[in-house]
């Protein structure tokens, strides 16, 4: 079980969040490189406001190809399988990474371009898919520590990048293409590792019938003595399906039965993204900066947010012993606590010289509380949510919503900061609380409830008193 999460984890959510975190050491060598194309190109210098926009383009086409990739990861997964839709994915980034390693040299700004799109395509397909995989191969017992493998890849991938991206490994302005095309590594290892397990037993049996590969994937994942149990848990969820086909998206928004779900799914994904966990990043060169510490630095202090993250979804795997309610609400209420005292530590920054050094702990810690609840448990709840007919089309709208709001985010977020300031935190405070209180009031506590118990608690939301 280990091994197979680490084997879907490295081609999947670890994309997401290398990709995310490279782009940004070799911003200053991109936007050279589009000077320097222009002018050979076009015999003129490119002027500051052209420039501005080929960078956000670079810089938000990921989004736009993460959007793309979520529509069509569920629709993959259904006919691939989940294991055949991974293993096409890498396909994709390894395209990616050839158009991007070689703009450079052949002085082609667009097929940069291009390449951070299929990159996106790739990331959104993961993102989709993975949670989706290890959900359903994971024994209930353990399905909430196994789940977190998706969070741990994806703050994985994010500390690899900036580590990868520092000025003594590929961060020089000559090594830009290897930077850039580095993520064809994690892509070749999946695609070495990943056929050596089985597809998912819940989709071989439930998707397509076939009764003797489930046992022997179930074999292969839970070991000869201990499959029968979830064998037995399969079939039930079979037979309360009764045949019935793997439903479109939009066919969940007419299906009462998971009507709260579905709002639950879509208010945890849209929390995640506008929580202000891009605000902490945004402000925390700055926060650095006031606390003493010299520029040249910051990127190794930066370092050390990428490696609170890594600990907080290691640490989550014992969301399995401690409930994913209960972790998912501490994070939110401690979120709306610090964002508190962020808020006032930055507009008192100047008064004593302590204050600097409680906004560089507030960062820590807004980091640390995201990683224990919105940032590890969001993709657990989604696969625990729903039953298998349902499932590839849930994370397909949590994808396409988690993408927009990634995006919107990313447009809005610079004007908030500026008309803001450092009140902006006073919005995402309320955010988290709202979050928090949406959560206790409406889930109930999924740890060790196999799919038809948790559809069972919704059951009264969705329906009320009658059947």
């Known amino acids: 079980?280990?091994?197979?999460?680490?084997?879907?984890?490295?081609?999947?959510?670890?994309?997401?969040?290398?990709?995310?975190?490279?782009?940004?050491?070799?911003?200053?060598?991109?936007?050279?490189?589009?000077?320097?194309?222009?002018?050979?190109?076009?015999?003129?210098?490119?002027?500051?406001?052209?420039?501005?926009?080929?960078w956000s383009v670079i810089a938000s086409i990921f989004s736009l190809g993460g959007l793309c990739g979520a529509l069509i990861g569920g629709s993959m997964a259904i006919r691939l399988g989940r294991k055949g839709a991974l293993l096409m994915n890498n396909v994709i980034a390894i395209l990616a990474s050839i158009l991007m390693g070689i703009s450079f040299p052949t002085g082609l700004f667009e097929l940069l371009i291009a390449g951070r799109f299929l990159i996106g395509i790739n990331s959104g397909i993961g993102l989709c898919v993975q949670p989706l995989y290890i959900g359903e191969f994971a024994p209930k017992h353990l399905r909430g520590g196994l789940a977190m493998g998706t969070s741990i890849f994806l703050t994985g991938g994010i500390l690899t990048g900036q580590v990868i991206g520092l000025r003594e490994l590929l961060g020089q302005e000559k090594h830009c293409p290897l930077l850039l095309s580095s993520s064809c590594i994690p892509?070749?290892?999946?695609?070495?590792?990943?056929?050596?397990?089985?597809?998912?037993?819940?989709?071989?049996?439930?998707?397509?019938?076939?009764?003797?590969?489930?046992?022997?994937?179930?074999?292969?994942?839970?070991?000869?003595?201990?499959?029968?149990?979830?064998?037995?848990?399969?079939?039930?969820?079979?037979?309360?399906?009764?045949?019935?086909?793997?439903?479109?998206?939009?066919?969940?928004?007419?299906?009462?039965?998971?009507?709260?779900?579905?709002?639950?799914?879509?208010?945890?994904?849209?929390?995640?993204?506008?929580?202000?966990?891009?605000?902490?990043?945004?402000?925390?060169?700055?926060?650095f900066e006031q606390a003493g510490i010299l520029a040249e630095k910051i990127p190794y202090v930066t370092l050390g947010t990428g490696v609170c993250e890594c600990l907080t979804a290691l640490s989550c795997v014992r969301s399995n012993y401690v409930g994913r309610r209960y972790l998912i609400i501490g994070g939110y209420l401690l979120m709306t606590l610090w964002c508190t005292v962020l808020t006032f530590?930055?507009?008192?920054?100047?008064?004593?010289?302590?204050?600097?050094?409680?906004?560089?702990?507030?960062?820590?810690?807004?980091?640390?509380?995201?990683?224990?609840?919105p940032g590890g448990i969001t993709n657990t709840l989604t696969a625990e949510l729903f039953v298998q007919s349902s499932r590839p089309a849930a994370y397909m709208?949590?994808?396409?919503?988690?993408?927009?709001s990634f995006?919107?985010?990313?447009?809005?977020?610079?004007?908030?900061?500026?008309?803001?300031?450092?009140?902006?935190?006073?919005?995402?405070?309320?955010?988290?609380?709202?979050?928090?209180?949406?959560?206790?009031?409406?889930?109930?506590?999924?740890?060790?409830?196999?799919?038809?118990?948790?559809?069972?608690?919704?059951?009264?939301?969705?329906?009320?008193?009658?059947?």
Not at 397 to 404: D, F, L, P, V
């Open 1 to 54: 079980l280990f091994l197979a999460v680490c084997a879907v984890g490295i081609g999947g959510t670890f994309q997401y969040g290398y990709n995310v975190s490279i782009i940004n050491a070799p911003t200053q060598h991109i936007h050279k490189f589009l000077n320097d194309t222009w002018s050979s190109r076009y015999r003129k210098e490119l002027n500051a406001d052209l420039l501005t926009f080929l």
């Open 187 to 287: 892509a070749f290892a999946q695609l070495l590792f990943l056929p050596w397990f089985p597809e998912s037993p819940r989709y071989l049996l439930i998707d397509r019938g076939d009764e003797l590969s489930c046992a022997k994937a179930l074999k292969r994942f839970h070991g000869s003595s201990e499959y029968r149990r979830e064998m037995e848990d399969i079939q039930r969820e079979r037979f309360a399906l009764d045949g019935e086909k793997p439903k479109k998206p939009w066919q969940l928004f007419t299906d009462r039965g998971v009507r709260w779900q579905l709002i639950t799914v879509i208010v945890m994904t849209m929390g995640q993204q506008l929580s202000g966990i891009n605000a902490i990043y945004f402000y925390a060169t700055y926060v």
């Open 345 to 373: 530590s930055l507009t008192y920054q100047e008064l004593y010289s302590w204050v600097p050094y409680l906004s560089m702990a507030c960062v820590f810690a807004f980091i640390l509380s995201f990683g224990l609840g």
């Open 397 to 404: 709208i949590a994808g396409t919503m988690s993408w927009i």
């Open 407 to 467: 995006f919107t985010v990313g447009m809005l977020f610079p004007f908030i900061v500026n008309g803001l300031k450092q009140y902006c935190f006073v919005v995402f405070l309320l955010e988290c609380f709202f979050v928090a209180a949406f959560i206790f009031l409406i889930i109930p506590e999924t740890k060790n409830k196999s799919f038809l118990e948790i559809k069972k608690e919704f059951h009264k939301l969705n329906f009320g008193r009658n059947p």
